[in-house]
């Protein structure tokens, strides 16, 4: 481990632990070659072109996620198997439901639902036919009972009803046959239009058997759902409903089934067959389970004292609030720079629990030592279980990695030549929820600053063989979605670092999964953000180890290069910014994540700053259908650099609906001003909605930040051998939410 003195005089600091997304410029790198090439000359101008004013962040207002619905089924699916007799009975009508797939949604209320979007009915009960206001006019205008619609009864439903998993709607009803087929006892027709008889519905919320009743909340207090829903029940799994139609017989208090006065045989008035009806409708309300904000604004951070965290906008907060247990995946993605060489950027997520005080997650730092406008697209990613019931707020913080007076850093590049819209590029929060169940996901984090010395540039080393690995055993065939994030820097100018995922199959050899690299030809001391993601395939039964390693891109005798930034100044604790990797695994049968991947070197020479071109349209492209209404987590991971000086790689990720014109998503900008041949694993993430009936393709273009004579390039390496000769993969993957 280098001099810790030596460390802080670089300027390097950091720590933080959930999702996000940092851009890092790069430093120093080999891309295919390898050779050592001369400090460029500096560059005067801003990364795209002259940035706008930053705008001072809003006011925040701080809610709740909306709940989306009411819905029949929610997504993932439903099963119902009704029972029991009907509703008026003395035992009512049973409704069982079923078959929820929790990777789909972070919460999911059930409730009264009259307002279905396929026509929802209120609850109501009629002894002459039709309830008014149900179904169509009265069969008896004459004498029309407004109180057959029930309507939600807030006294009734008090405190000890909902906890014990049971609300109250009530109404009134009676019955004005001239002639009519006696049901029950005496009298026979106790409803009389002079003394209707107050009736109601009562529903009960339990588990499976009817032994353990749900809680219920009031409608009133869930964001999204409205009041007139009465109270909805919080559903963690398979429940029953049981629906049990009452009314009492005037000058009693006794509740009773009116099936025993009125049953459901036909009873004549007016010439017309008409039977006791009793209507309602139940529905779903959920939250999804992934969030995401983004703000396409410029920041600036002056004279950061290196050691106070500053939120970048409280306006472009992530707040959950799970249902159930949970483990929430946090990724931030931002394109960091600095106007002043020799200041590095620190990004971290930060999270409060219930309103509680901030605490760190997960925090990147991004290398300023030997380039200024030079944005890095960096990512921070962090993994932490929640609890159902609490809320969560994510903010995204920043400051510099020593004391920088006089300095100021940015956030966002751009803005975007014409034709394209004058957009800064993307600050981005986003959290996705996942069941907590065994094997969802998996990540092992390590806050230690790792040392590689004399790599031969050939030969991958595992970063820790002990603390960055993890085993899965899939119960059924599945994809797991890998990540792994660390800041990556060297100490000695020329050599870049190299990091892979690697697997071994049934105690079978490490084999590559998906590697990046990261420069380090013009910059030491100067942290890139690195991420790499990757995806695999697997097979039910199979244990499956996978371990994170990493190397140089040639061989170093006497270099020495490094994981992780930091430590971090008091008053933080002396963190070292953390390595981590995770996988998210996915059922196989759910098509849930779709990728295109190429290990191809691609060029684009003479850019006009203005115009983005696909990097490869045929085998950089993913198409999708949706089933149904769905939003995409959609990204792009790829090495970036240049053999120029002074030009900076935008990266962007676009998307074509049906037959129509691709149009820009999301962008962000990899730094070329003061490193040559210093590939950039540059990351790229966003949120896409769909709409069934549409086929979406998306693609991933790119081009310089500024007209002139410019190579840029997509893709490091290819490997040395032992290694096969392949050059580091461009990937593009689209991962439904729902």
């Known amino acids: 481990m280098i001099a810790r003195s030596a460390y802080r005089a670089a300027a390097l600091v950091g720590t933080l632990v959930i999702l996000l997304v940092v851009a890092s410029s790069s430093s120093a790198a080999q891309g295919p070659l390898g050779s050592v090439k001369p400090d460029p000359t500096p560059k005067t101008t801003p990364p795209s072109a002259a940035a706008p004013a930053p705008k001072a962040p809003g006011k925040l207002v701080f809610i709740t996620p909306a709940a989306t619905g009411p819905v029949v089924t929610v997504p993932g699916g439903t099963t119902l198997a009704a029972g029991g007799a009907i509703m008026p009975s003395t035992t009512g009508n049973d409704l069982n439901y079923s078959g929820f797939d929790k990777t789909q949604f972070s919460a999911l209320w059930w409730g009264p639902a009259a307002a279905l979007a396929a026509g929802g009915i209120p609850a109501g009960l009629a002894f002459d036919g039709e309830a008014e206001g149900i179904t169509g006019a009265d069969p008896n205008p004459i004498n029309p009972d407004p109180g057959e619609v029930m309507s939600f009864d807030a006294t009734a439903t008090n405190g000890a009803a909902l906890a014990a998993g049971i609300e109250y709607w009530s109404g009134s009803a009676f019955n004005d046959a001239a002639v009519q087929v006696c049901q029950g006892g005496n009298p026979c027709n106790p409803c009389l239009v002079s003394a209707p008889c107050p009736t109601r519905l009562v529903i009960s919320v339990t588990d499976p058997t009817g032994a353990t009743p749900i809680p219920l909340v009031l409608a009133s207090g869930v964001n999204g759902i409205p009041a007139s829903a009465g109270a909805v029940a919080p559903i963690t799994g398979n429940f029953k409903v049981n629906l049990k139609m009452q009314m009492q017989v005037p000058a009693t208090s006794v509740w009773t089934d009116p099936k025993t006065w009125y049953d459901a045989l036909p009873f004549l008035m007016a010439a017309k067959d008409l039977k006791m009806r009793s209507t309602f409708d139940g529905g779903f309300w959920y939250l999804p389970a992934s969030f995401s904000r983004v703000k396409n604004q410029q920041y600036t951070l002056s004279n950061s004292d290196g050691a106070t965290w500053v939120e970048i906008d409280p306006t472009n907060q992530v707040v959950v609030a799970p249902g159930f247990d949970q483990i929430a995946i946090v990724g931030g993605n931002v394109d960091l720079w600095t106007a002043k060489a020799g200041y590095n950027q620190d990004i971290a997520i930060f999270v409060s629990d219930n309103g509680g005080a901030d605490a760190l997650l997960a925090w990147k730092e991004s290398g300023g030592f030997a380039g200024t406008f ?358 593009l993957t689209v991962q439904l939410t729902t």
């Open 374 to 731: 030079s944005p890095n697209a960096a990512f921070v990613q962090g993994v932490m279980p929640v609890t159902g019931g609490h809320y969560y707020i994510f903010k995204l913080k920043w400051k510099t990695n020593k004391p920088a007076s006089g300095a100021t850093i940015y956030a966002g590049a751009g803005p975007l030549l014409a034709p394209n819209p004058p957009q800064v590029s993307p600050t981005r929060l986003t959290a996705k929820l996942v069941p907590s169940s065994a094997n969802a996901t998996t990540t092992v984090v390590q806050n230690t600053q790792y040392h590689l010395q004399s790599s031969d540039g050939a030969n991958w080393v595992a970063i820790d063989g002990t603390n960055l690995k993890f085993t899965l055993t899939p119960t059924a065939d599945g994809t797991a979605v890998l990540g792994a994030n660390v800041d990556l820097w060297t100490a000695n100018a020329g050599y870049n670092q190299d990091i892979g995922i690697f697997v071994s199959d049934n105690a079978g050899a490490d084999t590559i999964v998906g590697w990046k690299e990261s420069g380090g030809f013009a910059g030491t001391f100067s942290p890139n953000a690195a991420y790499l993601q990757t995806m695999f395939a697997m097979t039910a039964g199979h244990t499956y180890v996978f371990t994170l390693k990493w190397k140089t891109n040639k061989p170093a005798s006497g270099a020495t290069i490094y994981a992780g930034a930091g430590p971090l100044l008091a008053p933080n604790p002396a963190q070292i910014s953390p390595t981590s990797m995770t996988a998210l695994v996915l059922p196989g049968v759910l098509n849930a994540a779709t990728a295109s991947v190429a290990n191809t070197q691609y060029h684009l020479q003479n850019s006009d700053g203005a115009t983005f071109v696909a990097i490869d349209a045929t085998n950089l492209k993913v198409d999708i259908t949706p089933a149904a209404n769905t939003s995409a987590i959609v990204s792009a991971n790829v090495d970036l650099w240049t053999a120029t000086a002074g030009f900076n790689q935008d990266v962007a990720i676009f998307v074509a609906v049906d037959a129509g014109a691709p149009s820009l998503a999301a962008w962000k900008e990899s730094g070329g001003f003061a490193g040559t041949f210093s590939p950039n694993a540059a990351f790229l993430q966003t949120t896409y909605a769909m709409t069934t009936g549409h086929t979406y393709h998306f693609f991933i273009y790119w081009k310089t930040n500024k007209v002139g004579s410019s190579n840029i390039y997509a893709g490091a390496g290819p490997l040395s051998a032992p290694n096969p000769p392949q050059i580091s993969p461009a990937r």
